[in-house]
């Protein structure tokens, strides 16, 4: 087992340099950057879960190649706060396209995916690797489908997980007014023995309403059983948000 963490700690660093490799020599075909700021209240944050009102900034930029696609997003709230979890959270994910149908079939994309998960708070910081399958699916009305299947190694466990990821982005209208529905679903499985996390699964879908290209507001809900992988542990937060787009 450690020989298949090390290869695939060694895989998922090799091909993040091999993506910025080919990311400064081709030029991308179309990129759409985004910074939001949300406010919810009765987070399960403080010491033993006590509820605890949060803001979070977040950045996130998505980029097109012509070989498959990136993304990075960032997380910050109470960065400040030494006594809880207020941190910074940052992930960056690279899609290589191996298989592109010609015709409309159901599946617009094979693709292989590395990834990584940066956290840093008063408690723990680490980067979780992470590498694995992706699938872009044709679905009728949505900008977009997509679902990763990843195996995870969690450097703080014993042991190893699965994560699967579900993300989606659909646009309607509503007279003129121009509204989206989006957002992922992440369920990842028990890692470790002892000190190890338990099966967890986090959603946050969005509705927003677009004022402009670049303006829009709108709500987040955040549900998070087993938060942080803690049995027992759970969110259910709804939260306002605007999100700048550029």
């Known amino acids: 087992m450690n020989k298949i963490k090390t290869t695939i700690s060694?895989?998922?660093?090799?091909?993040?340099?091999?993506?910025?490799?080919?990311?400064?020599?081709q030029a991308s075909v179309w990129s759409s950057s985004k910074v939001e700021v949300l406010y919810g209240q009765d987070f399960a944050r403080g010491f033993n879960g006590a509820d605890q009102d949060e803001a979070t900034f977040t950045f996130a930029n998505a980029t097109g190649f012509k070989w498959g696609d990136?993304?990075?997003?960032?997380?910050?709230?109470?960065?400040?706060?030494?006594?809880?979890?207020?941190?910074?959270?940052l992930e960056f994910s690279t899609r290589y396209r191996f298989f592109k149908p010609e015709d409309s079939s159901v599946i617009k994309g094979v693709y292989g995916i590395v990834q990584g998960d940066m956290?840093?708070?008063?408690?723990?910081?680490?980067?979780?690797?992470?590498?694995?399958?992706?699938?872009?699916?044709?679905?009728?009305?949505?900008?977009?489908?997509?679902?990763?299947?990843?195996?995870?190694?969690?450097?703080?466990?014993?042991?190893?997980?699965?994560?699967?990821?579900?993300v989606w982005n659909k646009s309607f209208t509503i007279g003129e007014e121009n509204f989206s529905f989006e957002g992922f679903a992440d369920w990842t499985s028990g890692e470790g023995e002892g000190f190890g996390s338990e099966s967890n699964l986090i959603m946050q879908p969005q509705l927003l309403w677009h004022a402009n290209k670049s303006i829009a507001v709108g709500i987040e809900y955040q549900y998070w059983k087993n938060r942080l992988g803690i049995d027992g542990r759970d969110e259910k937060v709804p939260q306002i948000m605007v999100r700048w787009t550029f």
């Open 10 to 25: 060694a895989a998922s660093i090799l091909l993040a340099g091999l993506t910025g490799a080919v990311t400064n020599a």
């Open 119 to 166: 956290t840093s708070n008063a408690f723990v910081q680490k980067v979780v690797p992470m590498i694995g399958g992706s699938l872009d699916w044709n679905v009728p009305g949505f900008r977009f489908f997509k679902t990763h299947l990843q195996y995870r190694n969690d450097p703080t466990k014993s042991g190893s997980s699965v994560q699967v990821n579900l």
């Open 70 to 89: 990136t993304f990075i997003f960032a997380d910050v709230n109470k960065a400040d706060d030494t006594d809880k979890t207020g941190g910074t959270h």
